[in-house]
């Protein structure tokens, strides 16, 4: 176990607190750095999609898990990030200028949004956000001059002074990258600065954290705008990588994918983001792994086994039939969300660290560490 | 000149009057503790000098200032700290990052240059952590500075919330109970940080209490209530002859 010993204020401001971060950041960076080289065209297109949910699942972080304000709406912010970059391309407005426009817009209708949620808490709170999902899915189909209505809007490929990124190419992976990295470091800026406290404060206590001076109003808002704008610039590239849009892409269950991406990544860090990125992204590779090889593979090694023809047929017709079955997604998602939040309320970040900490104490690593204690005793009334 | 001017407040919650008319003035520099059995109404002013509660009727005038109608968050910045009766700190946050919140008052930098981190920003950090660890020194508090709150001991979190009042650098510390649920030592220790915060930063002090013992030893004056009215109003000796107070207590 690393024990560090504290000299210098530095020590407990810098992202990187010892050597042991360069070394694994520094290997993971390298490894990202290199993947378009070493995986298929498949699974690059599918790290991209792991770069922009990872984002879109920072800019969530921000407000859910350390602001403590839910939203089912961020399906939204998406979609008006990816709409102003579809329709900003279309008047011919350079990608540089549009982009950073996607955060901008996103971020001030976040604004907006977090102003009437100022009063709104938990259950209510997600309703809102929830029908305000509806209402920009309900405006992208019916204002056909700007979105083009149900039939939907093409994106062409980024265009940077002459120089075109296409959806696939390793270049708008390395663009995809950047951002992530660039909201990564923005996200751990706030949360060491007195912004990001205040953020924590407040989702902890409201009351205590306005008698120690913080204006709920303001850093709400602040936190609804940040988390929308992020989620823009996110839109802006997923509108690129899709390469086309249409309002049925941003409904609830986007939102919901999105929700899943912190709850199961973790919401006490922004690891969560990535980590659960990662599995929102792959579960669809599993999906057709199930539908498409498992039903042989199976059979064939219950053949090998010895089984009956009749029988291993009959495996692999059930597989088939539950690999294939609709809304089999759906159902995946509830069962994961469920086994999550009883086992484990820190998501796949809590699991990483549970073990980290088991393999730094080995023999005297003790469960109770990471109980969660209820206290009851809260000042609710000064709520 | 007077720290804080109580002038008549009256707080009503429907049809029941919590505090009928209090009114009472702090001096500068003074320790200054309300008594009264449950129910009394103290809480309750606390609350009201806070901002929390809206007062039905009566003025709150702070340093000169009227401040019966500023919210909550900008009392706090015009420099009345308070802790609560039942511990309200952070749960998931390091005691360090819980003292660091009571820097908000004094913070110098903007959202939009907190997320770039400049230069400016890690000075002020230096300078809020300066005082931070002033307040750690004093209040003992350096063993358990990078823990989470969730998994301190009663005690140390009834500590941490002073430190975090103490952090914002107040004119005014507001103590709610600070002794409930203390030990016989740490109500100790409690006194002589009460006193030293008065001496060593000429901080004044309003504090509610029971444990009568802490409240002589350390007060310079104390305000008796019951139902919301005050009663007596004197140094500790004199309260604890005032028959209204005896009578209030145990019984006529």
Redesign the interface.
């Known amino acids: 176990m690393r024990t560090i010993f504290k000299t210098d204020?530095d020590q407990?401001?810098r992202l990187f607190k010892h050597a042991g971060y360069y070394w694994s950041y520094g290997t993971l960076m390298l490894l990202v750095l290199l993947a378009p080289l070493l995986v298929g065209s498949y699974l690059q297109s599918q790290i991209v999609f792991v770069f922009i949910y990872a984002i879109v699942g920072v800019g969530l972080l921000i407000l859910t898990g350390f602001t403590g304000q839910a939203s089912l709406g961020h399906a939204a912010f998406l979609a008006i990030g990816a709409y102003t970059a579809a329709y900003m391309q279309k008047l011919g407005v350079p990608f540089v200028v549009y982009f950073p426009l996607a955060g901008g817009i996103a971020g001030a209708v976040g604004a907006a949004v977090g102003f009437p949620a100022l009063r709104l808490t938990g259950i209510y709170l997600v309703i809102a956000t929830i029908a305000f999902g509806f209402i920009v899915e309900e405006v992208a189909a019916r204002w056909e001059s700007v979105t083009n209505g149900n039939e939907g809007l093409r994106v062409k490929a980024i265009e940077v002074t002459g120089w075109t990124l296409g959806r696939d190419g390793w270049a708008f992976y390395y663009l995809c990258l950047a951002v992530l990295v660039l909201v990564i470091l923005?996200a751990l800026?706030?949360l060491?600065?007195?912004?990001?406290?205040?953020f924590?404060?407040l989702?902890?206590?409201e009351?205590?954290?306005?008698?120690?001076?913080?204006?709920?109003a303001v850093y709400k808002v602040?936190a609804f705008s940040?988390s929308a704008a992020v989620t823009g610039l996110a839109g802006c590239l997923y509108a690129h990588k899709l390469s086309f849009i249409s309002p049925e892409m941003f409904t609830l269950l986007l939102s919901l994918e999105f929700i899943i991406v912190i709850l199961i990544g973790g919401t006490?860090s922004l690891h969560g983001a990535v980590l659960g990125a990662i599995f929102v992204v792959m579960v669809d590779p599993f999906l057709t792994l199930l539908k498409d090889d498992l039903p042989h593979l199976a059979a064939g090694m219950a053949t090998t086994l010895g089984a009956a023809p009749g029988v291993s047929s009959g495996i692999e017709e059930t597989i088939a039939r539950v690999g294939g079955a609709a809304g089999l997604k759906g159902a995946i998602y509830g069962v994961i969300i469920v086994v999550f939040i009883i086992f484990e309320p820190y998501g796949i970040y809590g699991r990483w660290r549970k073990l980290k900490l088991y393999l730094d104490l080995f023999p005297l690593y003790k469960k109770a560490t990471f109980r969660r204690?209820k206290?009851y005793?809260?000042?609710e009334r000064?709520r | 000149m007077s720290c804080l001017v109580v002038d008549g407040i009256t707080l009503r919650f429907g049809g029941l009057t919590a505090v009928d008319g209090v009114s009472f003035e702090i001096e500068d520099g003074e320790i200054f503790t309300m008594i009264g059995p449950n129910g009394a109404g103290k809480t309750s002013i606390f609350n009201v000098i806070s901002r929390f509660y809206r007062p039905s009727a009566g003025r709150l005038v702070f340093a000169g200032r009227d401040i019966t109608d500023v919210p909550p968050h900008a009392v706090a910045k015009l420099g009345i700290a308070r802790t609560f009766q039942n511990i309200e700190l952070f749960e998931n946050a390091t005691v360090l990052s819980n003292l660091l919140v009571g820097r908000h008052r004094h913070g110098t930098t903007w959202p939009w240059e907190d997320v770039l981190f400049l230069p400016k920003v890690r000075r002020a950090e230096y300078a809020h952590r300066d005082c931070v660890e002033r307040v750690i020194d004093f209040l003992d508090l350096q063993r358990w500075r990078d823990q989470l709150i969730a998994g301190l001991p009663y005690g140390v979190r009834k500590v941490c919330e002073l430190a975090r009042a103490l952090c914002s650098e107040p004119k005014l510390l507001l103590l709610d109970e600070p002794s409930s649920g203390l030990n016989v030592e740490e109500t100790d220790d409690m006194a002589f940080w009460i006193r030293d915060i008065r001496d060593q930063f000429g901080i004044t002090v309003l504090m509610v209490e029971h444990d009568m013992t802490l409240v002589n030893r350390v007060s310079d004056r104390v305000l008796a209530l019951n139902y919301g009215r005050v009663l007596a109003l004197g140094t500790p000796a004199e309260i604890q002859r005032h028959p209204d107070v005896v009578a209030a207590y145990l019984g006529a």
Do not use: E, F
């Open positions: 204020y407990d401001i923005a800026n706030i060491r600065s007195p912004t990001g406290r205040a924590v404060a989702r902890d206590s009351t205590a954290a306005r008698s120690m001076g913080v204006n709920l602040l940040i006490s204690m206290t005793v809260k000042s000064n």
